[in-house]
């Protein structure tokens, strides 16, 4: 999922952010929605709903600190959301491999009892 985009040096982002904050707000954007278009289209609605949340929050920060974390909380909630998810899949799975093995064993059952 990547543009293939070089970034700049580090000092030469800091040295565009102090001279031209919207320029450098405008690079930012562009870069983040070349990476959202490049990802398979599938994916696109749920990155631009998430870049936009991101957007809605560094908006409202009162600080570029405060809204990096605000970012790294949202990505916590975001890991525990999945975290969750995946436990309920290998719940279900095993579940499902309990059923199959239960179910291969009466199978067999039956066939000594013939």
């Given at each position: 999922m990547h543009t293939n985009v070089k970034l700049?040096?580090?000092?030469?982002?800091?040295?565009?952010?102090?001279?031209?904050?919207?320029?450098?707000?405008?690079?930012?954007?562009k870069l983040l929605n070349d990476e959202v278009n490049a990802a398979p289209p599938e994916r696109r609605p749920a990155l631009r709903k998430t870049l936009y949340k991101i957007e809605v929050t560094r908006k409202k920060s009162k600080t570029p600190l405060e809204a990096a974390i605000m970012a790294y909380l949202m990505l916590c909630e975001s890991t525990s959301q999945l975290r969750t998810e995946i436990s309920k899949l290998h719940y279900l799975a095993s579940s499902m491999?309990?059923?199959?093995?239960?179910?291969?064993?009466?199978?067999?059952?039956?066939?000594?009892?013939?």
């Open positions: 700049p040096k580090f000092d030469t982002l800091v040295s565009l952010y102090n001279k031209d904050p919207i320029a450098y707000d405008d690079f930012r954007l491999e309990a059923a199959l093995i239960i179910e291969h064993i009466q199978e067999q059952s039956r066939r000594v009892m013939r």
